[in-house]
Nanobody, 115 residues
Framework: QVQVVESGGGLVQPGGSLRLSCAAS????????MGWYRQAPGKQRELVAT???????NYADSVKGRFTISRDNAKNTVYLQMNGLKPEDTAVYYC?????????WGQGTQVTVSS
């Protein structure tokens, strides 16, 4: 059993930066992969970035070169550093943890990019 909780969202101007955090608890050693997804109102949830236990990463084309996913194993936390934010990045960002038994989702944190 794994639980994840997101934090760090907020309002930022275009071109600005935010750093999201995802803290995991429970059976953390069963986690194979963690990632960030986002969903705008009325739209389908989409993948933003993932990181595996060995540390390999994948990014959506829309965020490559701007976003960086990383982890701090000592804190059981995954981060999403977002630079060069655009209005189209506005969404609720969700953290996900995947194990053999399935996936766990957080409640989400709102990111709004607006001038």
């Amino acid at each position: 059993q794994v639980q994840v909780v997101e934090s760090g969202g907020g309002l930022v101007q275009p071109g600005g930066s935010l750093r999201l955090s995802c803290a995991a608890s429970g059976s953390i050693f069963s986690i194979n992969r963690m990632g960030w997804y986002r969903q705008a109102p009325g739209k389908q949830r989409e993948l933003v970035a993932t990181i595996t236990f060995p540390g390999s990463t994948n990014y959506a084309d829309s965020v490559k070169g701007r976003f960086t996913i990383s982890r701090d194993n000592a804190k059981n936390t995954v981060y999403l550093q977002m630079n060069g934010l655009k209005p189209e990045d506005t969404a609720v960002y969700y953290c996900n943890a995947v194990s053999k038994g399935g996936g766990s989702w957080g409640q989400g944190t709102q990111v709004t990019v607006s001038s």
